[in-house]
Nanobody, 125 residues
Framework: QVHLVESGGGLVQAGGDLRLSCVASGDTFSTVIMGWFRQAPGMEREWIGAIAWTSGSTNYAEFPEGRFIISKEIFKDTVYLQMNDLQPEDTALYYC??????????????????WGQGTQVTVSS
C-alpha cells in the first residue's frame, strides 16, 4: 500500500503556470508507474500522463499538447506535474496514482492501485 498526497493546486489566471507535487510514502519499492489524472465537474476522469518510477521515461495523453510535463525526484519519492499556459478548460481536481503494472503506461485507470485525495486547480479567464 502506498499513501499519496498531492499539493500545489490553486487559482490561476489563464496563461499562468502551476506545478503540482505528489509525495509517496509506504510501499514505494513496488512502484512501476506513477500517473496523473484529472476530473472536471460532471466529467469522466481523464488520464494526463505517466512516468516510469525507475527510468523517468514519460508518456502523455494527446490533449496537453506539450503544455504539461511530468518529472520525478526518486530520492524524495515525489513526482511533479508542471502545467504551463493553463486555460479555463484545465479547471479540475488533479490526482496522482501509483501502479505496479506496466499496463498503467497507457493510462488504464484499473491498473492503478493507489490514489491521492486530489488537489484542485481553478483557471480563471
Amino acid at each position: 500500500q502506498v499513501h499519496l498526497v498531492e499539493s500545489g493546486g490553486g487559482l490561476v489566471q489563464a496563461g499562468g503556470d502551476l506545478r503540482l507535487s505528489c509525495v509517496a510514502s509506504g510501499d514505494t519499492f513496488s512502484t512501476v508507474i506513477m500517473g496523473w489524472f484529472r476530473q472536471a465537474p460532471g466529467m469522466e476522469r481523464e488520464w494526463i500522463g505517466a512516468i516510469a518510477w525507475t527510468s523517468g521515461s514519460t508518456n502523455y495523453a494527446e490533449f496537453p499538447e506539450g503544455r504539461f510535463i511530468i518529472s520525478k525526484e526518486i530520492f524524495k519519492d515525489t513526482v511533479y506535474l508542471q502545467m504551463n499556459d493553463l486555460q479555463p478548460e484545465d479547471t479540475a481536481l488533479y490526482y496522482c496514482a501509483r501502479s505496479k503494472l506496466s499496463s498503467a503506461w497507457y493510462g488504464t485507470s484499473s491498473s492503478y492501485d493507489s490514489w491521492g485525495q486530489g488537489t484542485q486547480v481553478t483557471v480563471s479567464s
